[in-house]
């Protein structure tokens, strides 16, 4: 049932950045003060990245609503999950209401979104979208080393560290700057596969960025021994930098 004035609500989606409120853009910012409600991933922890963001715009008025998601690995457990937070966000778009789903990071690069987004477009054909990028983790931790992404002719592969397949190997060799996201698992292991594939310059690591436990590290030794951390990226380049990187 659509609202009693025919208005359907638009629905955002909007990118958080990877956790420090100073990276959230001032059109998402804007975006997230003029909504009815605002959507974001139930967190792990008492408070997920983007509500810590979006709490420090102080001026946010939005109901708050958390969805779950599940990690099963099942895909059709998942599927029934983005249907059923799907329903609920089309639900409030019907009653004429704006809406947002918040997200770290960027909305359409691995996010929860856009899984949410296809469900919901699904469902309600006629609604509106505008998507809101965000600054990505890889972004921040680089700028916090004064270190160039890529140059030139350089390649950037940006790659999941979990669930590597048989093609992991080979894909890393076709990369001059490599970005592994969610590095918790097998880390020496993955360290290990960074240098048979000849990445011999820069290892970053970061973790928990913006937030109270972040984790800054350089060089593959350090990299080693970081604790697990499900929010967690390395970014390896196969050539040294022609100068000295220094943290800022």
Request: proline share 5%; with cysteine.
């Amino acid at each position: 049932m659509v609202s009693e004035n025919n208005r359907l609500g638009r629905f955002y989606g909007i990118g958080t950045g990877p956790g420090d409120p100073g990276l959230l853009t001032l059109k998402a910012a804007a975006r997230l003060r003029q909504v009815d409600v605002i959507f974001a991933a139930a967190a792990r922890e008492k408070k997920s990245f983007a509500g810590g963001v979006i709490d420090a715009l102080g001026d946010c008025s939005a109901q708050r609503v958390s969805l779950p998601f599940t990690m099963a690995q099942a895909m059709a457990d998942r599927e029934q999950q983005w249907v059923s937070n799907a329903k609920t966000i089309v639900n409030e778009l019907k009653k004429g209401h704006d809406c947002a789903f918040a997200t770290i990071g960027d909305p359409l690069l691995y996010s929860t979104y856009s899984y949410l987004l296809r469900e919901i477009i699904a469902l309600l054909p006629e609604v509106e979208v505008e998507t809101i990028p965000g600054i990505m983790a890889f972004q921040d931790l680089v700028s916090r080393f004064n270190l160039p992404t890529v140059e030139d002719r350089e390649s950037l592969l940006i790659t999941p560290a979990w669930g590597r397949d048989k093609n992991f190997s080979a894909k890393l060799k076709q990369a001059d700057t490599l970005v592994l996201m969610k590095t918790s698992a097998s880390r020496p292991e993955l360290m290990s596969e960074l240098e048979k594939a000849g990445f011999a310059g820069e290892f970053l690591y970061g973790a928990q960025l913006g937030q109270e436990r972040e984790d800054l590290r350089r060089g593959a030794a350090a990299i080693e021994e970081a604790p697990d951390e499900y929010l967690s990226l390395i970014i390896a380049k196969r050539r040294p930098e022609r100068q000295s990187v220094n943290p800022a």
